[in-house]
């Protein structure tokens, strides 16, 4: 059992692997690297990254202080056997970057969460910038076959910032930045 909080940590899982020395089915970097069975993991979370972009440049400045998403079931149990996640709980999960993030006409990243998959629905957000709260804004996706927010999907999310309002403009799957390297890897 984890319990997801404001620290953003991916939880990977990886399926049983048999083999031992004696049987050619050696596991990976033993001597005999011919039969190497390498541990394959898989992302169990959703990520989403935020990107803005200022519309309407005029002299008011935008900083984006926080990002929220509220009704987060954080709490995920997952068994071994199946590497499937069961998510209960309920909590609101907070992306606040230090000092926050100043949006120019450019866009600039904010950075991401980490959230358990949903089987259905959506999440909304809610954006705390120097101009305003914006509350409860949908995150939708244009017509897609892939079903959004599964685990091990990356979405890259846009918003526009205008002086007085605020869009999610476009949601689209991303590269989740996979890292590889056993020891450089802080595992807990």
Known sequence: TYTLSNTPQDILYAKEI?????????FSN????????????????????????KVNN???????????VKNVKNVLSVPLATGKPACSGSAQLDLTPANGVEV?????AIGSLLLPPLESG?????VETSIGI???????????????FQSGVSHEITLAISDASLE????????????TGGSDLPIN
């Open 30 to 53: 033993n001597t005999n690297s011919a039969n190497d069975k390498p541990l394959v993991y898989d992302h169990l979370l959703t990520q989403l990254k935020f990107k803005a972009k």
């Open 122 to 126: 959506s999440y909304s957000i809610t």
């Open 58 to 68: 005029t002299a008011k400045s935008v900083k984006v202080t926080k990002i929220s």
């Open 134 to 148: 914006f509350s409860d804004v949908p995150i939708t996706f244009d017509k897609s076959t892939l079903q959004p």
């Open 18 to 26: 048999r083999g031992s020395r004696w049987d050619n089915q050696r």
């Open 168 to 179: 999610v403009v476009t949601v689209k799957v991303a590269d989740w930045g996979d890292q």
């Open 104 to 108: 120019s006409g450019t866009l600039t």
